[in-house]
């Protein structure tokens, strides 16, 4: 069975959220656990409301990659979507379980720390998170565009699965909007 995406099936989707979505469904991504997000919610009301997925609200971002982790070596492929600041959890749970053990973990962050973020702890986490992944070896990759969004993910999804190896998509505000203040 073939999964690649189309372009027509990324231009359908018109949104960041619609065409990530679209991306996880053409990868075989059946599990979808989350911390809840307020720039994630489109993307997470979407895996909510597709059969496709099993979705999974977790209280913390370690037991969402714990629940992944053993999805995968129970045949299922999972994604875990949290914000910058959730990431500073997991370096342990990343260098003690997903590397080690080879888990094709799928990580999408949502970016806090920068452009006009009024919490330091956020911007401090922002700081450290690509050299923590750096250091980890954990493939990353920084999405700013949406006419970039489907390829960067969808090569991305493959090389995690095909290397067994974490992989994180940062989604940019300048993609989602980030969180608005005020």
């Excluded at 050299?131 to 990759?141: R, T, Y």
Aim: proline share 5%; hydrophobic share 45%; aromatic share 6%.
């Amino acid at each position: 069975m073939r999964h690649d995406v189309t372009e027509r099936q990324a231009a359908q989707a018109g949104t960041w959220h619609g065409t990530l979505h679209g991306v996880l469904k053409a990868n075989a991504v059946r599990l979808f656990t989350y911390v809840p997000d307020r720039v994630l919610t489109p993307l997470i009301q979407g895996a909510h409301a597709d059969p496709h997925f099993t979705t999974v609200a977790a209280t913390r971002e370690e037991e969402a990659l714990g629940i992944v982790a053993g999805a995968w070596m129970g045949g299922m492929l999972g994604v875990l979507a949290m914000q910058t600041s959730g990431f500073a959890t997991l370096p342990n749970a990343l260098a003690s379980l997903a590397v080690p053990y080879q888990i094709p973990l799928l990580m999408l962050i949502s970016e806090r720390g920068t452009l006009g973020e009024f919490n330091l702890g956020q911007a401090m986490v922002c700081r450290t998170m690509r050299p923590v992944l750096d250091a980890l070896g954990v493939e990353h990759h920084t999405i700013t565009r949406l006419d970039e969004l489907t390829f960067i993910a969808d090569r991305s999804i493959k090389q995690a699965v095909a290397t067994q190896a974490p992989v994180a998509l940062i989604l940019s505000p300048l993609l989602t909007g980030g969180k608005v203040f005020g």
